[in-house]
């Protein structure tokens, strides 16, 4: 489950930043979660869940929303831009893998749809990150 | 926007008693061969080690100890698997043999992904193979891996010392610990490098001669570890850095 380690970083960082900011209640946190990486959000969910009930503190699962951001990617060389989605139906179910452990590994798998080049921007959808907390000091 | 896998990394570190990256500035110095061959030494004395491929567009490891068919576990995270005893981590398990032809931010981003899902066991030396320059990678390891010391390598050519005497400038700026400098492929008799660095605040370890047999050895751990470039390593290593 490398789900876990994510979710794990994710629930560490929200306390961490929350203790920063001396936050009593932890009202709302948003988890953007980039397509490129295709995190299976059931487990992803799991993860937290069970990291929240070892220790989550002022921080609890309802309190979490997860949005995935559509990945585009825009070509360095042609400039054109497309959907990640679209070249998935291009890649074997082991090169999808393996951009789900490392998305960066997109550019020895993925090709320009225009000029065929590996040499791209990922210029969203990539990797989990906070987009906000929301709490009362 | 935060980026939660900061907050992990040094976490993941947390069962590793001695981190030491391979570096030098300059490609085609030895520093992958240093790397791999320290870990099978460490190995060899019964240290608990780990080895992890750093250099992205370039890993070479993996072809200089032989590892093939593994393929790391996923528990809670990723968890790199054992080849001839130490626990082995490199972008190919991801990338087979194809190139990665990534830019700088795009390396720096896959180090920070490696770095935050990779769980190592509990390790006396963690080893890291560096690819050439100064750039993002080291600045990379030194940012986000506090407890890292470097191990630098270098050649009897002025063109190798001229880039390592850079890189050691930055890592003395950043209060970088330099374990010391290693000579490899020493083809004359005394050290150039040794008269070179007199001058620099930094402890020389020794040199290595040019093994002209190394080359038949690779793939092998036993044939590494039988190599003269092995054996000299190991000298300097358990005389200076164990």
Request: aromatic share 6%; charged share 25%; net charge negative.
């Amino acid at each position: 489950m490398h789900e876990w380690a994510l979710a794990e970083a994710v629930v560490e960082t929200v306390l961490k930043e929350a203790g920063k900011e001396n936050l009593k209640e932890i009202v709302r946190v948003k988890v953007m979660v980039g397509e490129l990486q295709q995190i299976e959000l059931d487990v992803f969910n799991f993860a937290m869940e069970n990291i929240l009930q070892q220790g989550g503190g002022a921080l609890s699962m309802e309190k979490i929303s997860l949005e995935v951001d559509k990945c585009v990617l825009r070509c360095k060389v042609c400039g054109e831009d497309w959907y990640y989605s679209d070249s998935l139906q291009d890649l074997s179910e082991e090169d999808s893998e393996a951009i789900h452990f490392v998305p960066e590994v997109a550019h020895v798998y993925v090709r320009c749809p225009r000029c065929g080049s590996p040499d791209f921007e990922i210029t969203s959808g990539r990797g989990v990150w906070i987009d906000y907390i929301e709490g009362e000091k | 926007m935060m980026d939660p896998r900061l907050n992990v990394i040094n976490k993941r570190f947390q069962n590793v008693k001695k981190i030491i990256a391979v570096s030098g500035g300059k490609g085609g110095i030895g520093k992958s061969q240093t790397a791999a061959s320290l870990a099978l030494c460490l190995a060899k004395h019964n240290y608990r080690t780990g080895l992890l491929d750093l250099d992205f567009c370039g890993p070479s490891t993996h072809v200089i100890l032989g590892v093939e068919g593994i393929y790391p576990e996923e528990e809670k995270g990723i968890v790199p698997p054992k080849f001839n005893g130490i626990s082995f981590m490199s972008i190919t398990y991801y990338t087979g043999n194809n190139p990665s032809p990534l830019r700088g931010s795009e390396i720096s981003n896959a180090i920070i992904e490696i770095l935050a899902i990779t769980r190592w066991e509990d390790l006396d030396f963690l080893i890291i193979d560096m690819p050439p320059g100064t750039g993002d990678p080291v600045l990379d390891v030194i940012r986000l891996i506090k407890r890292v010391e470097f191990l630098l390598v270098t050649t009897p050519s002025r063109v190798a010392q001229e880039v390592l005497k850079r890189e050691l400038k930055v890592l003395n700026e950043l209060g970088i610990t330099v374990i010391g400098i290693l000579e490899n492929m020493k083809t004359k008799k005394g050290s150039q490098v040794a008269s070179e660095l007199l001058n620099l605040d930094v402890p020389f370890l020794g040199s290595i001669d040019f093994d002209y047999d190394l080359e038949d050895a690779l793939g092998s751990p036993a044939k590494l570890l039988q190599t003269d470039f092995a054996a000299q390593l190991d000298q300097i290593i358990s005389q200076k850095c164990l």
